[in-house]
């Protein structure tokens, strides 16, 4: 499995960003496929994740991010709109075999490289 998450950017608080996250070797509806992020001196939480069974999301995203995917592409996106500064973070998309939404950084298996998010205020 190879996961390779792109997107990340400079944006100004308010404005919008859409991660990809593109993956080789796994069957969506067989994984759970999750973004997780990590600020500075903090550690990785859970973002968002998608599985067969729907779309889940931290309570501080709720309302502003939308996780989907695209089969034909075997790309998950994650579409951030009213970016503020605490959103600030590497972002980093994982799977998980066990196909069931995992909250934390360990239970998931697979992880791509990370992507840099930076919103100013």
């Known amino acids: 499995v190879q996961l390779q998450a792109s997107g990340g950017g400079l944006v100004q608080a308010g404005g919008s960003l859409r991660l990809s996250c593109a993956a080789l070797?796994?069957?969506?509806?067989?994984?759970?496929i999750g973004w997780f992020r990590q600020a500075p001196g903090k550690e990785r939480d859970f973002v968002a994740a998608?599985?067969?069974?729907?779309?889940y999301y931290a309570d501080s995203v709720k309302g502003r991010f939308t996780i989907s995917r695209d089969d034909a592409r075997n790309t998950v996106y994650l579409q951030m709109s009213s970016l503020k500064p605490e959103d600030t973070a590497v972002y980093y998309c994982a799977a998980d075999s066990k196909a069931k939404v995992q909250y934390q950084d360990y239970d998931m298996e697979y992880w791509g490289k990370g992507t840099q998010v930076t919103v100013s205020s």
């Open positions: 070797g796994l069957t969506f509806d067989d994984y759970a």
């Open positions: 998608i599985t067969w069974s729907g779309t």
